[in-house]
């Protein structure tokens, strides 16, 4: 047992590409999933860095050995904005990041968490047979497109707060923006045009099974994914669909506390209940692979729950549902059991869920 999940610093790789990492032991023994903590671009890595700081050390406490990530040319890894082959350069990060906690901690599978950007490079890493089994995305899209123009959108709104009101618009933003710098953060035109070619669906293609010998064998080592959604917004569903390709089982779950992680730095707060719906959709897969009371407990798309298996107690707690499934009857959160619960799409907000007690404050819909 270690005495604290504090993050040890140390850079992985050799020259133009070191990544500046964090790596937090696990604080307990346990046969649980290593976990690649994936950052956001720009402001959002700022504003939501001690939020993921906060992350990883729950997870190590948890038992899960966690290493967060600077990706090339942010923070403090080697290289600028302005060098050539960003998102490969990121890719590989992600990969060599992911071999290197493997290796280091012993664990018996690799498990990503990514958000934003780092959410969509991570499922790229994942797709194109890397070593990831489990992935997390939250506010991730299947397009690097979306991305770009969600960016494109911030930095305008920004740019007219600063502009002349004597001026319409400023002769830079007349066209569309070859580079973009969002909040002051850079993405060249070289980057902005590499992630607008960058479609997670068409990797999934290339990446389906294929059949050999009559049976099919998978490209990709994902085997699960749990897609969270932000801001009431829920996800893409085309990384449903992608990811369910490549025969991977995937859970989509309400993502509470997104934007107050986004605050301004000296404002933003943990988002503490997916931090819950996180590790008990991660020590599922510990307990399936140790054969526990609750393996198999996870479900796939249009399974109907099974006769007395209702969560009306702590054993359950945050039980998760697939696309399509009602909820079930004596399963409303009314009690701090059951807080961090998850549903999935289309999904009401159930009786006596409504976030108006301490366990369930700050629940968006």
Partial sequence: MRDSPRGRPLYLGAGAERCFALFHEAAVSAERSAVLLCPPFGWDDICSYRSRRAWAEELARAGHP?????????????GGPRDQGRVSAWTHAVLDAGEWLLHESGAVRLA???????????ARAALECGPIEELVLWAAPSRGRALVRELRAFSRVELAKVLDPEQDQPPAQAAEEAELAPNGYLLSAGTVGELERL???????????????????????????????????MPDARLVSAFELVGASVTVA??????????????????????????AWLARAGEQASGGDHAGDERTRGERPRSGEQASGGDHAGDERTRGERPRSGEQATGGDH????????????????ATGADHAGDEW
């Fill in 339 to 354: 807080a961090g619960d998850e549903w999935t799409r289309g999904e009401r907000p159930r009786s006596g869920k409504q």
């Fill in 112 to 122: 990503a968490i990514g958000i934003g950007l780092g959410g969509l490079i991570s």
């Fill in 66 to 78: 966690t290493l967060r990530i600077d990706l090339p040319g942010s923070g403090d890894s080697a």
């Fill in 254 to 279: 309400e993502g509470p506390g997104y934007g107050p992680m986004m605050l301004e730095p000296q404002e933003a707060r943990p988002p503490t209940e997916v931090f819950a719906i996180v590790g």
């Fill in 199 to 233: 479609e997670l669906d068409a990797l999934a293609t290339a990446a389906a099974p294929a059949p050999v010998d009559g049976r099919s064998t998978p490209a990709s080592s994902v085997r699960r994914v749990l897609l969270l959604a932000r801001n009431r917004l």
